[in-house]
């Protein structure tokens, strides 16, 4: 009797989400889902501005629940900057930064970071409020956990990432930037596949290798626009599609051993970056060249997205990184993915096959 009595339980849990379901109780969990996502995309957005700018490393503490209060007084704002002239950034490159200047700075990362608590709020709170409530399926249930524990990685990865720039090098580890995009878009990713999930349940289940392949072709492409941002290797070359009249640099295997250029080398980062681009694009128009038949509009608008973003690209390279073409770039790039994410889902719960 005992042993059966979790299973009726849960039985009963599964039978309350599927009748709220039922009954219309699914817009709710979109509103839900739908703010999340596009609060996570505008904080990518707000990230690339924030790198661009210089500004991540002005807030040299890390305070999960007091550093939520700014500095108010003239008085506060001193303390913040004379903390911020113990560090490297300021000693080596920002020596004859103004108070007036640091708070400009001060502010772009203390809006990153309370963007990062206004997401964790706005996505736990109706958590609890649902799952108290029965109205959560269990894959969603299962899901929203390994999105909290996303939550909480990305969190830590910041602050991890600021720390390698307080050291010695006024300059984050471009490895530790990189998984923190990368988390970022996963956690992006996650969150629209259950946006997804709720709209459209129940459908057949099928496969394409293709849009998958692409896919993940893109999401490689974007983890070395990552390591781009970390190394500033957009600063260098900004010729296309030659790299100062070569195809591949010169200075490609300048490390040793040679598989580290690939990781470490910002000319070679760079080309990486770019190939993977090209035939990241070329794959997703290979995609709905076939798809045309069966008339798939959501491959081709993925098709239009990927070339806007790689136009993008090209004049963010060749302008050598403003930040306003460079912050777009990246907060399109969320576009891309998330379009990509779409071609999956419909994909994946289509009756209609590509391969």
Known sequence: ?????PKQDQSIEDDTAIQFLKQGGYKPLIIWLAATAILIWLMIILGGATRLTHSGLSIIEWKPIT????????????KAFEAYQNYPEFKLVNYDMSLKDFKFI????????????LIGLVFFIPLVIFWMRQKLKPSLKRRSIMILILGVLQGFMGWYMVKSGLVKDPAVSHYRLTLHLALAFWLFGFVLWSLLEIITPGQKHTKSKLIWVTFVFQFITMIYGGLVAGLKAGHIYNTFPLMEGRWIPFEWAFYKPL???????????????????LVSLGLVWGCYCRAMPIKKPIIRLWALTVTIQAILGIFTLLYQVPVGLGTLHQGWAVVVFGMGILCCFQETFSKNKLN
Not at 67 to 78: A, H, K, M, N, R
Not at 106 to 114: D, F
Not at 259 to 277: P, S
């Open 1 to 5: 009797m005992n042993k059966t009595r």
């Open 67 to 78: 550093g939520v209060i700014p500095p108010l007084t003239e008085s506060d704002w001193q």
């Open 106 to 117: 001060y502010l772009m990362e203390y809006a990153h970071r309370l963007m990062g608590r």
């Open 259 to 277: 598989w580290v250029n690939f990781f470490e080398n910002a000319a070679l980062v760079q080309w990486c970056h770019r190939i993977l681009a």
